[in-house]
């Protein structure tokens, strides 16, 4: 259990962000009544994440705000006309999303909205310290004393299909937030949704299938499809006689979440106005371009399948201007003119669109996630799944919660009422019980690079070195544990003794699962194999 009467768990996600508490005598007797923040728009909207959008001062050290308080906060410095050297982010999370092998640092640069630059290990660093920071504000007034730093352990989730250097920048942002290093962990975001909906009642429920993942027994094996407003993340688990589970299919997926109906929504708008046009709108106008994306993120979590109803957008004045001087035409005209024609209607400074419209936006996201989920149950080890668990912001859209139903007829389909914040919830226990997963299948093979008797005719020349003791092969990759082996939390998979050069002592070398802890060895090197 961590240490401290508190977990806080920070759902830092690419389009909505949160934070949650847990107290140690709650999750003694509820572990799932942690309390989550609620967030207020300005206007009607309250939520249980806010917008990850992040306003920096022109200084480039400063947070101005963060969430809706930074949308809200831009648009009253475009209206002064201030606006302009500050700095403004927004689905930056998608940065770290990248293929093994691909730079992640601390040296990595961040791009803003408009075109300003920052690097992104601050901006990452300043919205954790703001969300760790308003927790305590609120903490203070709910209940009497002081919470102190080191009464509490902090668990940031991240997605299980991030390599490994993108999960050890989190835990860097969070340690330069001022999370000390012993009170941070790192939690899977569907591993951490499964363990919440393992302690979660059916009444507290979206679906009506009136099945309980609490209530499998051993051996019951399900798929958690985690998904996102930036990636769509999917493995399956496995119930043990312990209660715990274990992972049978290691987490995969990709950056097919919400966002790429924003993608495509963004490409409709430039095939009508044209890409110029489009830019100039957002770069001079940029209050009324926002306001066109907060009409977008409503209507787009309205589209129903088995509904045909038009979808009303109210287009800015400025919009038309922008593209009439351009143009020298009207939108109107633009409209009637493109592949739009006969689906998109502009009357009264509104453009009224046909729902398959709408609808045809979520294509490219739906497809590779009901592709990829045919794929997994293809893998014999994954076969009679009982149930496919759906949490994450995106499995709150009608649009996908109907597509993974009617492509999986025969498996349940479960979807807790607190889909959004699941993974939230889920950090909570695993913050206070992090043996809740007992065995995970790697991702990679692990190994650390040495040097071998070089072989004539077998080794490559190239790779040929000569030392003390005679010619030797560089660059062998001496693995220790494999890509899709079991391992098991908390135990050492390999002990090796490593000499030291030109000495007889011995250090001991330990991979455990997740965490490879070695010995002052400097020639020894960590590796990735990916393809082993």
């Not at 920096?56 to 705000?65: N, Q, R, S, W, Y």
């Not at 190994?447 to 000569?466: A, D, N, S, W, Y």
Request: glycine share 8%.
């Amino acid at each position: 259990m961590a240490s401290g009467i508190l977990v806080g768990a920070i759902d830092f996600g690419t389009t909505y962000s949160g934070w949650a508490i847990l107290f140690s005598h709650e999750f003694e007797s509820e572990p799932t009544k942690g309390f989550v923040k609620h967030w207020y728009s300005g206007g009607a909207l309250t939520t249980e994440k806010t917008p990850t959008v992040v306003l920096i001062k022109p200084d480039g050290k400063t947070l101005e705000a963060f969430g809706f308080d930074a949308e809200n906060r831009y648009k009253e410095l475009i209206e002064l006309e201030e606006h302009e050297n500050y700095y403004y982010f927004k689905k930056f999370k998608m940065k770290l999303h990248k293929q093994l092998g691909e730079k992640i640092d601390s040296g990595m640069i961040l791009e803003d909205e408009m075109g300003r630059t920052l690097p992104a290990i601050d901006v990452f660093a300043m919205s954790i310290k703001f969300l760790v920071d308003d927790m305590h504000k609120v903490i203070k007034h709910r209940i009497s004393g002081v919470i102190k730093k080191d009464e509490v352990h902090w668990v940031i989730t991240v997605p299980a299909i991030w390599t490994d250097s993108a999960k050890q920048f989190m835990r860097k942002a969070g340690e330069q937030a001022g999370i000390a290093a012993n009170k941070l962990s790192i939690a899977l975001e569907p591993e951490a949704a499964s363990i919440f909906c393992r302690h979660l009642s059916v009444d507290k429920r979206l679906d009506t299938t009136g099945v309980s993942i609490a209530s499998f027994p051993a051996g019951t094996k399900y798929m958690i499809l985690d998904a996102g407003g930036g990636t769509i993340d999917i493995t399956v688990h496995e119930v043990q006689p312990s209660g715990a589970v274990k992972e049978i299919k290691a987490a995969s997926g990709g950056g097919w979440g919400g966002t790429l109906i924003d993608e495509a929504f963004e490409k409709l708008l430039m095939d009508i106005v044209g890409k110029n046009a489009y830019n100039t709108f957002k770069q001079e106008k940029t209050e009324d371009w926002l306001d066109i994306w907060r009409d977008f993120e409503v209507k787009k979590r309205n589209v129903r399948p088995d509904k045909d109803n038009n979808v009303v957008m109210k287009v800015p004045v400025t919009l038309c201007q922008v593209y009439e001087k351009q143009s020298g035409q009207g939108l109107g005209k633009a409209i009637e003119s493109s592949t739009y024609g006969k689906t998109i209607q502009f009357v009264d400074n509104k453009m009224k669109f046909k729902a398959n419209v709408f609808k045809e936006l979520f294509d490219t996201s739906l497809s590779k996630t009901i592709q990829h989920m045919e794929d997994i149950f293809r893998d014999v080890k994954v076969r009679q799944v009982k149930a496919i668990l759906m949490v994450g912001g995106f499995s709150d859209f009608p649009m996908l919660q109907q597509k993974v139903i009617s492509s999986f007829p025969s498996i349940d389909v479960i979807i807790p009422a607190e889909a959004s914040s699941s993974i939230m919830r889920g950090a909570l226990i695993f913050g206070h019980s992090p043996k809740s997963i007992s065995e995970r299948v790697l991702k990679y093979s692990y190994g650390v690079e040495i040097l071998r008797p070089f072989i004539e005719g077998e080794h490559p020349q190239t790779k040929l070195v000569m030392k003390d003791v005679g010619p030797r092969c560089k660059d062998v990759f001496d693995k220790y544990v494999e890509r899709n082996q079991i391992v098991k939390v908390g135990e050492a998979q390999v002990t090796e003794p490593f000499p030291m050069k030109k000495t007889k002592d011995k250090k001991g070398f330990h991979f455990l699962m997740g965490n490879l802890k070695r010995s002052k060895f400097k020639r020894c090197r960590l590796q990735y194999a990916p393809g082993n």
